[in-house]
């Protein structure tokens, strides 16, 4: 019978652990997050940030800045940000306006603050197996992996998306676990070597954007299934795995919402609370 892995029981055992490190530090956390004009996602995405906070007693610090402000207008934001000792975590929302380059704000970010864990720094660190702060998406699929409890000495893993901040850190934390990697994307499909790949999955985690790309009857006979995927179709949001065809086989899998998604935030808190540590 197949198991659904939900993100909100796992989220609110994390925040109960969170609630008590806050406890124990000298200081109250401050969050700070920088956005830029008005997307819809984006705001939706704030609000949880607040509510999180809130129920921590983290307090949490939004800068709004025009859609037409300059590289120059965030780069001297943040710039104050990084100097001010009682700012402890930084988030830019991404997306920003195409005229402006997030790669390089997000490296003008003090590592010790970056929240998101997307500084070349931190990324760095997971290179060499000392990650410290780690980006918020692949630190949720891994508690998500986590509670399945499974030994991920061996499996094979197949994940599909090599995104900074999901299928590249992703590996690299599961080589470390010693399980087999092999990442998919778009030149895989291309090759048609896509189908293939998936059918030998013990853990199938995918992460592209791309409503119901992978189809249920690929999906490996109790095989995990980890969908990172949020697409709106008409007025559903729907992952980039056909749910209930891979229900039908899956041993594990993620709804979608309510999967990967109530974990993420939860993440960047748990970051937060490292990023004070580490200072």
Known sequence: MTRLLEGKPIADKIREGLKTDIAGLRIKPLLASLVVGNDPATQSYIKSQIKAA???????????????????????????????????????????????NYKEAVNFIDPKKDVEGVHPDNLGRIILGEPKIIPCTAYAVMEMILQAQVDLCGKEIVIVGHSQIVGKPLALLLVDKLATVTICHIGTSKAGRLQEHIKRADILIVAVGSPNLIKGEWIKEGGIVIDVGINCVGDRIVGDVEFEGAKARAGYITPVPGGVGPLTVVMLMRNLVEAVKIQ
């Open 54 to 100: 809130q129920e921590l007693g983290i307090e949490y610090q939004l800068h709004k800045l025009a859609s037409n402000s300059t590289q120059a207008d965030i780069l001297g934001l943040l710039k104050q940000l990084n100097n001010d000792k009682s700012v402890h975590g930084i988030i830019i929302q991404d997306p920003l306006p195409k005229h402006l």
